[in-house]
DNA sequence: CCCGCGCCTATCGTATACGAAAAACCCGCG
DNA sequence: CGCGGGTTTTTCGTATACGATAGGCGCGGG
């Protein structure tokens, strides 16, 4: 077993990302870097590194002299994170399903429980689960950088999806579908793979499309 | 016209970027933060976020308590990184021609000139225009998330373009690519713009791989 | 009464100094 | 030649200070 040391810095990144993609930082206010900081227990300079980070990713955005604000959302963006997914994801996860090993395999079927076994209670809870599924069915492809960029683009679109899918019935559909893809994903079949990925992005950006339409 | 103001953040960012896009910071060596920051006339803390930056965009990669390195290059991820752009900017590129306004189509082709007229001398000054030029056939699609990723895969790119494709005739055969290219977007022809696109990607990555192979 | 101007404060961006901890290096010893 | 222990280098993090900027507030003039 191989141990990771981590520095303040990375653990700042996921704590405020975590945050931010639960909707824990409201949109658009201000982020005060000197309050965060206290609150956090760490000094400015890892806090920094964090929002710059951050920043790259895509979540917050920032401006000279008056700080960073978490990235509003808006509907074209959110179709532009599921386009960018349907482009990448179902081939990557077919791939994928090919070349996994052993090993992968029961990590996708962990991943898949584990998203299972978190269902219905905790929305952020749920939404860590589901980009560790959707990641894990990619990550055997061997990939690093298209694994990265899945799991990113997976973040981004949290935000819409905990904002703006709690109510509803998806629950069910998404549930179903990541079970189908999960024992297509297993069989090693790789067109049933990258359609049911396409129909389950597909189907979630339909539900998203109409939930933002409505709300927003 | 609006000013924009920049910190020393955001330049040091963009100054180390091109040097490590150059070639100019070897890969492997780490980076000595104090030797740069003194060198860039900066301290730490602007030079630690870009570098923060750098390594979220993929081109550094750190170790806790032993620094930041170049990221080294792999065929495996050339080839990554072709695969994703032929997944995203054809279909990105036929899309903004059909929604270009004047003035896009204006900075379109004011990119390819510059393109044309940086050609052969000076490799990084290529490269930045090169870039220029393939983020500006994508940019009028008005997707933002689209452009960035296709601007951060183009710079991922260009490393491996310029290690690798100095000596050659790839020059002249990218050149007229080009203006194929960009004389099929400001027609407005979507079909041949994706044709032309994922035929120039194609090419480049088949030079690429014959390059790589050789040389590694 | 309303508008514009200048001050004031909060916050950001940056620099500097310092300490802790980890890694790298060196050097003498077996 | 390999190895162990101490020194040195470097990173990582903290604390602190200071200039610059933005935005708010009040005051005075129209």
Known sequence: MTIVVRTLSDQVFEIVLERIVSGDIPTGSPIRQDALAAELGVSKIPLREALARLEQEGLLVSQANRGYTVRPMSAEQADEIYALRLAIEPAAAACAAAEATARDRAEAEAAYHALDAAAAENLTEVAVRNRDFHTALVRPGGRVLTTQLVERLAVLAERYVIAHL????????????????????????GKTVEALVTQHLSATRDDLRAQFGASQ
Do not use: S
């Open 166 to 189: 709690q109510p509803a019935g998806r629950e069910d559909r998404a549930h179903v579908e990541h079970r189908q893809m999960i024992d297509a994903w297993l069989a090693r079949d």
